[in-house]
T-cell receptor, first 113, second 113 residues
Framework: KQEVTQIPAALSVPEGENLVLNCSFT??????LQWFRQDPGKGLTSLLL?????REQTSGRLNASLDKSSGRSTLYIAASQPGDSATYLC????????????FGAGTILRVKS | DVKVTQSSRYLVKRTGEKVFLECVQD?????MFWYRQDPGLGLRLIYF???????EKGDIPEGYSVSREKKERFSLILESASTNQTSMYLC????????????FGPGTRLTVT
């Protein structure tokens, strides 16, 4: 059964720091991996989608990498800002389950001004 | 931009009531999903639909049913609401059968008293 783990569970950094959020998954048989952002009490906003054949994706200050063989992904946020404060979730789409996503528990990020 | 809307942001219902949560997407997506999100348990899939009138159970379908009569609309039904169904409910959609992104709505915070 696919399991997704995110480390750390919470992170607090001063504004301007570069930071890395980690996501690991137990089964490398996936279609893709997706990173989401969730603000308190709100829905999920898709940040980046990495297909299983890709190594990384970039959007602005965000860069996500995927190492499928080792079951790991990282989300790199450059020059963090207070507006980046949110919960970051990663989810994998296993080959076995078709459309289903398996989510990690998330990393709560706080960027202090 | 893909838009997924949910009928209510906040809902308060009494135990035993029948509850309808509505989700509408405007991008002609084939797939639609209902999740619930609880602290410490993350997001869990309740039901999904890959076509009109088609549905499949997710991880936690007990106590729920769904309806998809039109492609753009996917309803989650709580036949007899119970206090353990107090949760955040999130709807999502995605196109086709390929490895596409899921797009989420803003969520409905349901409280059952």
């Amino acid at each position: 059964k696919q399991e997704v783990t995110q480390i750390p569970a919470a992170l607090s950094v001063p504004e301007g720091e570069n930071l890395v959020l980690n996501c690991s998954f137990t089964d490398s048989a996936i279609y893709n991996l997706q990173w989401f952002r969730q603000d308190p009490g709100k829905g999920l906003t898709s940040l980046l989608l990495i297909q299983s054949s890709q190594r990384e994706q970039t959007s602005g200050r965000l860069n996500a990498s995927l190492d499928k063989s080792s079951g790991r992904s990282t989300l790199y946020i450059a020059a963090s800002q207070p507006g980046d404060s949110a919960t970051y979730l990663c989810a994998v789409r296993p080959l076995e389950y078709g459309n289903k996503l398996v989510f990690g528990a998330g990393t709560i990020l706080r960027v202090k001004s | 931009d893909v838009k997924v809307t949910q009928s209510s942001r906040y809902l308060v219902k009494r135990t035993g009531e029948k509850v309808f949560l509505e989700c509408v997407q405007d991008m002609d997506h084939e797939n639609m999903f209902w999740y619930r999100q609880d602290p410490g348990l993350g997001l869990r899939l309740i039901y999904f639909s890959y076509d009109v009138k088609m549905k499949e159970k997710g991880d936690i379908p007990e106590g729920y049913s769904v309806s998809r009569e039109k492609k753009e609309r996917f309803s989650l039904i709580l036949e007899s609401a119970s206090t353990n169904q107090t949760s955040m409910y999130l709807c999502a959609s995605s196109p086709g059968r390929g490895a596409y992104e899921q797009y989420f709505g803003p969520g409905t915070r349901l409280t059952v008293t």
